[in-house]
Structure formats: C-alpha cells, structure tokens
C-alpha cells in the first residue's frame, strides 16, 4: 500500500540506497514510478506493506514502511533489495558500492573511498566537523535527526580521533 513519504511515521523503518552517481531529473522520475510500482504491491506474508520511496540529495534512494501497520518480514526485505538492485541494473546505477562514504563538501555531495579516508583526513581534504551522510540508520526519525551528522559524531569519529592523537 503506497503511502506519502512525509505522512509515514517516525518509527517507520528506512533502507537508504547511495548510488555511485548523481541521478538526473530523469533517472529520478523513472526509479520513482519503478519503486511506486513495486511498493503498491510489496508484502510480507500476504500481507500489504505500507510504504513510501523518495530520491534526496539526487543521490539517495530510501525506501520506507510503517512496520506498526504490518511488519517486514525477510523476505519482503530480500524482494526489495532485488528490486533495487534490478531497477539499477536497468538504469546504470550501482546503489550496493559500500566503500563509497558520502560528504557533503561545499553544498555537493562527494564521495570518499573508504580505503582513500585516512589521507583525505591527513591532506585536509575532510575534517571531524565535514558533514557525513550516515547511512547506517534503520527508522525514519533517525533520518531526519541523525542522516547528516558532523564526521567526528558518526561512526567515523575513530579516524578523527586517531588523526588527533598523532598531529
């Protein structure tokens, strides 16, 4: 059961997808009429999901549902995962790169390989007080109150802390 985004409770429980690219106005238009398509008919044991999608920072697929109006079962989330994975296929998107750390950096989204992370923090190029997209977080309110948070407050805080220690 497809459902405003916005109307969605807090507590509902989000995936946050990164693509590898920024999406333009189409490729936006076009997973969101695919998720729109898949959500109406997404459910847990016969049971109709209420949930939502929306594409932010023109890099971010979440895809949410109000677990008090039905619960996610395992396989209702692997059915998801394969939609994304299939609408990104189609649409030359890689929304599965996990070594890609997301930054806003001068209004941008940016994107630092996890393995570059140290000396982009040595050269300067990223700082404790950079904001972070955390994409670790499960419920709505978290993604309103926590998804873009300072580095140094994130699950990166122990690379700041070491960059600390050693200047």
Known sequence: MLSPFEELSAASRIWIYQADRALDQEEQKALLTASEEFLQQWAAHGQALMASATVKHDHFLIIATDEG?????????????????EIGSKLGINFFDRANLAFLLDDQVRFINMKDLKSSIELGNVHGTSLFFDNNLTTKLELDKSWIVKAEESWLKRYFQAAKSVL
Do not use: K, L, P
């Not at 109006?69 to 994975?85: E, L």
């Open 69 to 85: 109006f039905n619960m996610a079962s395992g396989c209702s989330i692997d059915s998801s995962f394969r939609f994304v994975q």
